[in-house]
């Protein structure tokens, strides 16, 4: 796979990105000259992303994800011996320890979503282990790859240690490792992806309950392309909490009066309307963005299972324009990728994709466009703003699995 990307001297060239066989056979030859031997298993962990449904997990509402073909590959056997051993082929680092260590956080960030794994099965755990790992999961891009880590690692030592852990266990211990031992008080969106995905399948999930339906997501003539703007601005934490702030107080004043409503899934537009003078103007505009993306994302479902693409695209880009002027989390470069693609032939929606203030933009395009919206997105994006675009077109994929 290739993509034409714009370097600082203004030049197209072409960057080649692993494939996944590509992937596996690096692993497995590094295992095989890290240890003498092949690895008895391969795990391939997924990336995430998520159609629809920004900031609504906290909010008791929906969420559309999808695990991507984008993956962490373990090579992975047991040693028979009190040994563990990690070895990151990205970052050029590993690290050691014994299966009776006392576990606790350490300065390696990476090694902490291993250990907050380890340390909650450390009493089950028999034999050490010896891993080789890389990945094709774009970090810091918003696709998730530190539950693809913890749920690879985990899928790994479930086998191995015969834990019998199921998927739902899975997906809620990598999430406790990251609250734990990473210190990122995430949602249970990111693991449950990673773990639940199916190919050209979206998982339609209740974050209150977990309850899930898979809805099908083969977009056949068109793809998916994200574009990383490349930058983070350092709003997010302070304005993430504010959202939370401004949302608990659109519903509390729902609540007082309309008291049969629970939450936001059960308000309508019709009841912010009739509060808008009480809500002013932020608040009102936050409870506006979060009971129309509720119903967007009810009926994106029904469109995908239509097949009906167009309004797919139409729900993306009406979700964007909602996430910038009402909830107020996107920024001046993502807003302008939004507004340039959908100039773009062949291009039905856009949107931002994650918490906001920067990171990917998510766009539903025909797979003949895409070089030709890679080749103008990112010389426009490097004159307007000084910085490489990075684009990765993604297919829906199968959660965390053994590669055959």
């Not at 629809?52 to 929906?62: A, K, M, R, S, V």
């Not at 119903?295 to 964007?320: A, Y």
């Not at 773009?344 to 070089?371: D, P, Q, S, Y």
Request: proline share 2%; glycine share 8%; net charge negative.
């Amino acid at each position: 796979m290739w993509f034409l990307l714009l370097k600082n001297n203004k030049r197209l060239i072409q960057h080649t990105i692993m494939n996944t066989q590509e992937l596996v056979a690096l692993c497995n030859q590094q295992f095989n000259e890290k240890f003498g031997e092949n690895p008895q298993k391969i795990v391939l962990s997924p990336g995430r992303i998520n159609i629809i449904g920004e900031h609504i997990d906290y909010n008791h509402g929906f969420v559309l994800p999808a695990a991507i073909d984008k993956y962490i590959c373990f090579a992975i056997s047991k040693n028979d011996t009190a040994d563990c051993n990690i070895i990151s082929l990205d970052l050029k680092d590993e690290y050691h320890f014994k299966i009776t260590d006392k576990i606790e956080p350490v300065s390696q960030n990476w090694v902490n979503y291993f250990l907050g794994v380890f340390n909650q099965v450390q009493d089950k755990i028999d034999s050490g282990f010896n891993i080789v790992f890389s990945s094709t999961v774009p970090i810091g891009a918003g696709l998730s790859s530190s539950a693809a880590l913890e749920c690879g690692f985990l899928f790994g030592l479930n086998h191995f240690s015969n834990l019998n852990l199921n998927k739902e266990q899975i997906a809620k211990m990598g999430q406790k490792a990251e609250h734990t031992f990473a210190g990122v008080n995430c949602g249970i969106m990111d693991q449950f992806a990673s773990v639940f995905g199916k190919e050209n399948h979206v998982i339609f999930l209740d974050c209150d309950t977990l309850d899930y339906q898979y809805a099908p997501a083969d977009f056949g003539d068109y793809t998916l392309l994200l574009l990383n703007t490349n930058v983070k601005h350092n709003l997010q934490t302070s304005e993430y909490n504010n959202r939370r702030k401004e949302c608990e107080a659109g519903i509390a004043l729902i609540q007082s009066k309309y008291p049969e409503v629970k939450n936001f899934r059960e308000a309508t537009m019709e009841m912010v309307e009739d509060l808008k003078e009480e809500m002013g103007d932020v608040v009102y505009r936050r409870s506006k963005f979060v009971v129309g993306e509720i119903s967007r994302i009810q009926e994106l479902v029904k469109s995908l299972e239509k097949n009906d693409f167009e309004n797919v695209g139409k729900l993306m880009t009406t979700t964007h324009y909602g996430l910038s002027k009402d909830y107020e989390v996107s920024c001046e470069e993502l807003d302008f990728l939004v507004d340039n693609v959908l100039l773009e032939e062949g291009v039905l929606g856009a949107r931002v994709m994650g918490g906001g203030f920067g990171g990917c933009t998510i766009n539903l395009l025909k797979k003949t466009e895409v070089e030709n919206v890679i080749e103008k997105l990112s010389k426009a994006y490097q004159e307007k703003f000084g910085i490489a675009l990075t684009p990765y077109q993604v297919s829906v994929s199968e959660g965390t699995h053994f590669y055959a």
